[in-house]
């Protein structure tokens, strides 16, 4: 048995088009220490459906602690009822980190069913906890670390940003890689991180309310190519899909890597997670060319809008010709650039919802690689500026506890100060926005899945441009053909719901 369980809960459709779920990076990652000097065992239950027989008999074995990894969103209400079963079931404690915890430790540690939190970078801290409980040490001291003593909660200083470079390889042993290779455009891959944190302030985002840990700091350019050759050859893939934040902050690193990448006799594929739009228009079409030959095959920017007004007002380090300037920039290269929506921010209107359908479907003329994620509905996150704004300006009621969060998703409206007309249409439009593109054809979907968004392209097109939402038939359909993906060998939990 194990010295300590970490559980991945529920996450909800963010994984929906992809074949397999995503890696549970962040809390792999987060045992990479620990990993080397206690017995860990990982339960995931989007892959686990007998979870609960796992748990409870690890639990008889009395671990020193079982952790969970928390998102904001959906997935605080699913990691509370695990808390939960662990208390009905046990006396073991209860740890959480992610990024949730990191946002609003003393909500988190305001549950019965909660009696830790690490707030920030979670390596260090996890295995100074489990050394100290193992010891029966007291837990006062250590930095990263808020958690309980009796009624009293006990705040450690925060722990510095770790230094990435001195970090041992994630160790993927504690799950069944296989159960996560995904493939895009044809090719394996398996998540990677080589570096944390952003230099922008956008308001909605979680990352600025966590301060140092905020700040850009990467691998070298040596480890990092290091860390994702072994993670292709260890893990039998293709390559790499690097979750990192914001890649090309340190252009000099990035470049170095492209240009390694490039050299090589045996071709290496890679994705990257997040660029951000001044970034893409650092390349010229040299350098852009050597994108290609590295093996790039997608990249993630954060567009959010087409209002001026509403860039201006998150703070996005990017304007509406900067964004198309740069689709266009790299139009000619066979590297698909997925741009992300958000709409209903305080204030927007149905024109600003009107302006970013507009780019849409220009970026979509633009460029034949674009792809496009839906138009998610905006997240309040506590410990931003917009958490307090929306609280104390726009009448927004957040979740009174961990159990109300699961009221909380992207595919919804969450707020309730928005025009009553645009509410319906953001609720209706969602689903046809999911599907304006050609994004399910580079994934292995079922062939029905692929024809049927096929045929719905051009009804999906006619909404978007009209904003009609009326009679949403096909947010039915999209259900029942989720279901369809739950019940059959393709999944074998209902991750995606």
Not at 51 to 68: M, N, T
Not at 353 to 364: A, C, P, S
Not at 382 to 404: A, C, R, Y
Not at 459 to 473: D, H, N, Q
Request: aromatic share 10%; charged share 20%; hydrophobic share 40%.
């Amino acid at each position: 048995m194990a010295d300590a369980v970490l559980i991945y809960p529920y996450i909800g459709d963010m994984d929906v088009v992809r074949d397999k779920p995503h890696l549970p990076l962040g809390l792999i990652q987060t045992a990479c220490l620990a990993a080397q000097h206690f017995d860990i065992t990982l339960i995931d239950l989007r892959v686990q459906s007998d979870w609960q027989s796992i748990l409870k008999k690890e639990l008889a074995a009395r671990p020193l602690f079982v952790g969970l990894s928390v998102m904001s969103g959906q997935p605080v209400a699913r990691a509370w009822t695990v808390s939960r079963f662990v208390k009905e079931s046990s006396d073991t404690p209860v740890l959480w980190g992610g990024n949730h915890p990191s946002l609003s430790p003393g909500e988190t540690l305001g549950d019965p069913n909660v009696d830790m939190v690490v707030i920030g970078d979670g390596e260090e801290t996890l295995l100074e906890t489990m050394e100290r409980l193992d010891g029966q040490k007291s837990l006062k001291g250590v930095n990263g670390l808020w958690f309980k003593e009796g009624a009293e909660i006990v705040r450690n200083e925060l722990r510095p940003p770790v230094d990435l470079d001195t970090l041992p390889p994630p160790p993927y042993h504690l799950v069944n890689v296989e159960d996560y290779i995904q493939e895009y455009r044809g090719k394996r891959m398996v998540n990677l991180e080589t570096s944390r944190g952003c230099a922008h302030h956008c308001r909605y985002c979680y990352h600025t309310s966590q301060s140092s840990n905020h700040r850009f700091r990467a691998m070298g350019v040596e480890q990092s190519l290091k860390r994702m050759f072994w993670a292709r050859d260890t893990m039998n893939v293709d390559g790499v899909y690097l979750v990192d934040d914001n890649f090309f902050l340190d252009r000099k690193r990035g470049l170095a890597i492209v240009e390694a990448l490039k050299s090589q006799s045996r071709q290496f594929y890679w994705q990257i997670q997040g660029v951000d739009v001044p970034s893409m228009l650092g390349f010229n079409n040299s350098q852009l060319g050597d994108l290609e030959k590295s093996g790039l095959q997608r990249v993630s920017v954060g567009a959010e809008s087409g209002s001026p007004r509403v860039l201006n007002y998150v703070q996005k380090p990017h304007t509406v010709p900067m964004l198309l300037q740069a689709n266009k920039l790299w139009s000619p290269f066979d590297i698909n650039i997925f741009y992300s929506w958000l709409s209903g921010l305080p204030g927007e209107t149905l024109e600003d919802l009107k302006k970013t359908v507009g780019v849409m479907f220009r970026i979509l003329k633009d460029n034949p690689h674009a792809r496009l994620s839906p138009i998610y509905n905006f997240l309040p996150f506590p410990g931003t500026s917009m958490w307090d704004e929306v609280i104390n300006n726009h009448g927004f009621q957040p979740p009174k506890n961990l159990k109300d969060w699961g009221n909380y998703d992207w595919s919804h409206v969450n707020v309730a100060y928005l025009d009553p007309g645009l509410k319906r249409t953001l609720d209706n439009l969602y689903f046809p926005s999911l599907c304006l593109d050609r994004k399910f054809d580079d994934f292995p979907a079922p062939w029905w899945l692929r024809w049927g968004v096929r045929l719905y392209r051009p009804l999906a097109k006619a909404r978007m441009k009209t904003l009609y939402a009326g009679f949403p038939a096909e947010r039915a359909a999209a259900a029942v053909a989720e279901r369809i993906l739950a019940a059959g060998n393709r999944v074998r939990t209902p991750w995606t719901l």
